[in-house]
């Protein structure tokens, strides 16, 4: 009985609190709210105020959907077997034949790289901002390479 008691003194008091399903517009300006909270955030972090993380960002966006968008446009077109490695070795035939699926995985594959060094980068830029820099203009030269390979041997295997 003294169990029953004490457990009633210290009972929380619960209010029925109605959950009221929220309008489109508000649903949009919530939406709106993290967003600039989220902009405000990474406005604090120092490694956003340089250019290469941005230029770095810029071309990651461009390079991977771009080659994979351009891809399935043309896959149609192309043979079922594409030149992807040229062998200067090899007498005759120079360029090794891949399957064309495998222009669609390259893109998807650039993307997961992409993103696992832009984590990485943000970490380094911690330790080092100068090496984080140039790793982001690297970066930044290697995607503008991958764009002009891909878009070559598209058009070696499109056109």
Not at 20 to 49: A, D, G, S, Y
Not at 56 to 85: E, H, Y
Request: aromatic share 10%; net charge positive; glycine share 4%.
């Amino acid at each position: 009985m003294d169990e029953q008691i004490e457990s009633q003194k210290y009972s929380q008091l619960q209010l029925p609190l109605p959950v009221r399903k929220l309008t489109r517009r508000e649903q949009l300006q919530n939406w709106f709210l993290r967003l600039r909270r989220r902009e405000e955030e990474l406005q604090l972090q120092p490694q956003w105020r340089s250019p290469a993380l941005a230029f770095l960002m810029a071309s990651s966006i461009a390079a991977g959907p771009l080659m994979f968008v351009i891809g399935l446009l043309l896959f149609g077109r192309m043979g079922s077997r594409v030149p992807l490695f040229y062998n200067q070795l090899a007498s005759g035939s120079k360029w090794i034949q891949v399957d064309k699926t495998i222009l669609l995985l390259l893109p998807l594959v650039l993307g997961v790289i992409l993103y696992i060094l832009i984590k990485a980068l943000t970490e380094i830029y911690k330790i080092d901002r100068r090496l984080a820099n140039l790793l982001c203009l690297l970066i930044s030269l290697f995607n503008a390479c991958f764009i002009l390979a891909l878009a070559q041997i598209f058009s070696l295997t499109a056109f």
